[in-house]
């Protein structure tokens, strides 16, 4: 069992940046795929990165490549969401995840991959 908070989100400007972090409880954060989604009223839920157990491999949605980094620190049982270049449209609730699953056909793109779940973070970037 492994459970999750989330931590940094807030208001910011368009084009500034904001640091998500997820702190997970227990000894085997390491086995674990981690990613985040985010969620805005009157959305679904949508993926917006992963990354493996050992943090050699992530993934990302189309809409936050080449803005948003996933990182993780086996180390301190964190995982992190560096976002850049934030724009209106990133606003949402932004959850993290943790996925048992030693192997995914997506990618750990889909929420059905995960079994554990944080309380989410409020992230607002206004115009």
């Known amino acids: 069992q492994v459970q999750l908070v989330e931590s940094g989100g807030g208001l910011v400007q368009a084009g500034g940046s904001l640091r998500l972090s997820c702190a997970a409880s227990g000894r085997t954060f390491s086995t674990y795929a981690m990613g985040w989604f985010r969620q805005s009223p009157g959305k679904e839920r949508e993926f917006v990165a992963s990354?493996?157990?050992?943090?050699?491999?992530?993934y990302y949605a189309d809409s936050v490549k080449d803005r948003f980094t996933i990182s993780r620190d086996n180390a301190k049982n964190t995982v992190y969401l560096q976002m850049n270049s934030l724009k209106p449209e990133d606003t949402a609730v932004y959850y993290c995840?943790?996925?048992?699953?030693?192997?995914?056909?997506?990618?750990?793109?889909?929420?059905?991959?995960?079994?554990?779940w944080g309380q989410g973070t409020q992230v607002t970037v206004s115009s």
């Open positions: 995840a943790a996925s048992p699953r030693l192997y995914s056909d997506n990618n750990y793109r889909l929420a059905l991959d995960y079994d554990h």
């Open positions: 990354i493996i157990r050992t943090g050699y491999k992530a």
